[in-house]
């Protein structure tokens, strides 16, 4: 199997970051993958709000139930659906900012903002965007695990082939 292919299945939500800085070279290959996703008739109806400022990140924790990792990063991308977009397209931004942060060494802990529209005033997003779900991002600590899965469920409960 290819590289690529075993990065996809070992990406694993990380909530341990050491306290550094993400670097500008870092950050923004995050973004560009993120920009670069595919998108429903090629519309790219989002846009990305990289929040860096420490104190706007405690801020941004606030406006979701389990945003430890938002608090502890060094930034989160808060994703935009802007209007006529779709939540599919925002999962597929975030999946490809997620496994660009592996590749160039950043962990990653995808969050939700249960209070989106509090996250909208905070970052001053126009009215008729949706900012719901956000990636924290951090250099890992020594030792940082991976978020528990579980193990994964059977391929035959989960795969079906013509019918279901």
């Known amino acids: 199997m290819s590289d ?4 996809i299945l070992a990406l694993r939500a990380i909530r341990s970051y050491r306290d550094e800085s993400l670097s500008s070279d870092d950050l923004g290959a995050i973004l560009e ?3 670069w996703t595919g998108s429903s008739k090629n ?3 989002w846009s990305f709000v990289a929040v860096t400022d420490p104190d706007r ?3 941004l924790a606030e406006h979701g139930d389990y ?5 502890d990063s060094a930034a989160t991308v808060v994703l935009v659906k802007e209007p006529g977009g779709n939540m599919f397209d925002i999962g597929r931004a975030a999946q490809n900012m997620m496994l660009a942060a592996n590749a160039v060494g950043v962990a990653s802990c995808p969050v939700t903002f249960q209070r989106d529209k509090g996250v909208a005033a905070l970052l001053g997003i126009p009215e008729g965007r949706v ?4 990636i924290a991002l951090g250099y890992p600590t020594e ?6 899965r579980g193990g994964r469920k059977r391929s ?3 795969v079906k082939v013509d019918v279901y």
């Open 43 to 45: 519309r790219q109806d």
């Open 156 to 158: 035959t409960d989960v």
């Open 33 to 35: 993958a993120g920009r």
């Open 57 to 59: 990140i405690q801020e």
């Open 4 to 7: 690529v292919y075993q990065s």
């Open 143 to 148: 030792d940082a695990r991976p978020a528990r």
């Open 67 to 71: 945003t430890q990792p938002v608090r």
């Open 131 to 134: 900012a719901r779900y956000g």
